[in-house]
């Protein structure tokens, strides 16, 4: 059992197929060693003794190099034990011949080769060990097979010679030396090999671990998942993706009791042990985590948004099943709030959102997606010259699917862009179908994803080629594109502006608003938030709205209040010089037929 133990404590397949993928050359060297002390001593031992001595060694130095050969072009980490055995029982009985080496030739050498031949042992030993000791009892049986013949010349035999004895002393502390040596570098490999190497959190098998090990303190599961960090790569690239990473890394380390236990368990996923089983605790530390990561980081001189979600789920089955649980409630996406606590309904929301992705990958989907238009009224006359395209999606099956739902699923691949192309192209055709000879604007949401695509440029070029002079596109972007690299979001700014497409800063005051992009790029419109509207009655709120349209007037920049709802709200914001409003009080979002019977 405590052989088994050991065994146990040092043994993992990643190390295991470390150790075989690495051992390329050694064997081969070790064999031609061999050789060529033997032809070295070919004067001083029998010829049938080297014989059978070499043809042996030969042989098991064979069978180490090709077990190491076959695992990797057949083998994998599932099956790492199965190719461990045979190696493990060669690289043993190869270490026990080199040992017989003294114990058969030492009548036939001399007092300084019989030196010679004890050194040439260490020399073996040092050699293996950095390789071997990634699996330490391995090591230590070798060392030990190396020792056995040397160990039973000493009981068998008493008058040596005092240099051996000196030697033999020497060595053997070079030997202790070298088992400890061993030692601490198989802690430092099983260290790194149960560890991210990354952000130095533990990975997942080693999570798993943990947790079982520690069933009675740990109660729950939490999985802190970066929704975005596809996007954030894709947009800043890998190093800032990596650096995310770390700072949630870091975040996770500064809220856990139980520092030893945070890991990374998935690409954009880390875990995090609850201690107590009250849900009401594991809301506030979420929320704390939630605080501490923050909605937005800051890398180089760009703000990089984060989407956070969190969930939660309690450890009653195996460290499997909670991390799964938890794993499900993080990957959830839910409107009102980033904390989801798992329960067995979950299950049927993952099975819609596979649903959902399954369709957005259809051909038949946009036969089931139309635009809906809201429109926009001019305060100083009244006229409404403008709209906002929003996209609806009734699903024959589904019903109507609401678009923050599955414009967040499409952002995960590459149908945003597809979803993107296609808004584009029906809004220029019903653009060119307004009556009339008033100028008119119709504005569509663009995401970050969509926004660092070369499609939307090419897409944006044949839209506007038949559009009339009086009639203009206009994107609406949010504050989280304007976080680019300068040089991406000043060239694809400028391009739109000689497209003739106007371009809305949507959501203004949401994020961390930023005064020098507002006076240095090309921005046509800017949208305040419906949060600002919706809390007029409020003097702080209205002292903002006054400020923001002061300021956006001042640089030129029109101004549009979304979420108006009440007459009241329409007249805080015509005091104050508003140019135009947008909100239920004007009109709902309707089809096409209904902004055309509007305008006549």
Known sequence: MALRGFFNHYYSDAAAARLLRDVRYIHILAATGATALMILLSQELPRYFITSWLSTLLCIQGGLTLVPLLFRHYGCTNTVKNWLVPYGALSALGHLTWGCLFLTFADHLTLWQQILVMLLLFVILSMSMPMLARFYPLFCLDVVMLGLPFLALLAEQQDFAWQLWFVAGLLLMGTLSLLCRGHTEAQQHLDAVKRDPLTGLLNREACITALASTAGETRGALICRLHNYRAICDAFGNRAGDAVLQHCANSLRYVSEQQKLTGRVGENEFFLPLAVAD??????????????????????????????????????????????????????RNPHSQINQYHPELWDRLQRDVSLRSALQSTALYEQLTLHFQPKKQLRDGAINGAEALLRWQHPELGAIPPDEFIAIAEQSEVINDLGDWVIQQAARHLAEIPGDAPFCIAVNVSMAQFTSPRLLASLRDAVAELPSNRRLELEITESVMMLEPSVVNDTLATLANLGVNVALDDFGTGYSSLQYLATLPIHTLKIDRSFVSDLTQDKHRAVIKVIIEMAHALGIKVVAEGVESAEQLAVLAEYHCDEVQGYHIARPAPFSSLVAALR
């Open 279 to 332: 849900s009401t605790l594991w809301q506030k530390r979420s929320r704390h985590l939630l605080r501490q990561i923050g909605a937005q980081m800051s890398w180089g001189e760009h703000l990089i948004a984060l989407d956070i979600g969190i969930g939660l789920a309690e450890l009653a089955g195996t460290p499997e099943e909670a991390l799964r649980h938890a794993q499900l409630a993080a990957a959830v």
